[in-house]
T-cell receptor, first 112, second 113 residues
Framework: GDSVTQMEGPVTLSEEAFLTINCTYT??????LFWYVQYPGEGLQLLLK?????DKGSNKGFEATYRKETTSFHLEKGSVQVSDSAVYFC???????????FGSGTQLTVLP | EAQVTQNPRYLITVTGKKLTVTCSQN?????MSWYRQDPGLGLRQIYY???????DKGDVPEGYKVSRKEKRNFPLILESPSPNQTSLYFC????????????FGPGTRLTVL
């Protein structure tokens, strides 16, 4: 079945540091890929998405590129802020499926 | 404002005492889902609904029931809760015309003693 593997957390960075959170997947067919963010005490929010190979999703300074050859969708940000502290989930959806398959989540803490 | 609401946000109960967690959305979405979130496991789907009176099992349906009598509401029912159902629960909804944009509720933290 489909699966998503994220780098283990927690990740702690200083403000303005560069962020990478690794995500790889296995899936039948060609999935759509997503990053969701969960701020403390809140539900998940869609951060960015990509629906086909080589697409780059971007939002709020975050970027991720759909790499079919390496089955990866790594999340990056050039300069993190304290307000980026949250849990980040990589997810996928294949074909006509109506459910998302999530990774285990990565806790990010950004220190001032 | 487009939103998914859940109630209660926090609940502590005892084994075997039936409970219902409500979920409501104001976006006229056809699809609604319930997920549970556990440490190290991410979110796993419990049940989903494609429209009124149409529901189906997700990956971890054991011990849960759902109903969809109205389009906006999708309650999650635990008829005899057990400690292994202690978890963080999320309701989600989306439109069939925009299946890649799901909206999540704020979560319900359930503890079963």
């Amino acid at each position: 079945g489909d699966s998503v593997t994220q780098m283990e957390g927690p990740v702690t960075l200083s403000e303005e540091a560069f962020l990478t959170i690794n995500c790889t997947y296995t899936a039948t067919g060609y999935p759509s890929l997503f990053w969701y963010v969960q701020y403390p005490g809140e539900g998940l929010q869609l951060l960015l998405k990509a629906t086909k190979a080589d697409d780059k999703g971007s939002n709020k300074g975050f970027e991720a590129t759909y790499r079919k050859e390496t089955t990866s969708f790594h999340l990056e940000k050039g300069s993190v802020q304290v307000s980026d502290s949250a849990v980040y989930f990589c997810a996928l959806r294949t074909g006509s499926a109506r459910q998302l398959t999530f990774g285990s989540g990565t806790q990010l803490t950004v220190l001032p | 404002e487009a939103q998914v609401t859940q109630n209660p946000r926090y609940l502590i109960t005892v084994t075997g005492k039936k409970l219902t967690v409500t979920c409501s959305q104001n976006m006229n979405h056809e699809y609604m889902s319930w997920y549970r979130q556990d440490p190290g496991l991410g979110l796993r789907q419990i049940y989903y609904s494609m429209n009124v009176e149409v529901t189906d099992k997700g990956d971890v349906p054991e011990g849960y029931k759902v109903s969809r009598k109205e389009k906006r509401n999708f309650p999650l029912i635990l008829e005899s809760p057990s400690p292994n159902q202690t978890s963080l629960y999320f309701c989600a909804s989306f439109s069939g015309r925009a299946i890649d944009t799901q909206y999540f509720g704020p979560g319900t933290r359930l503890t079963v003693l």
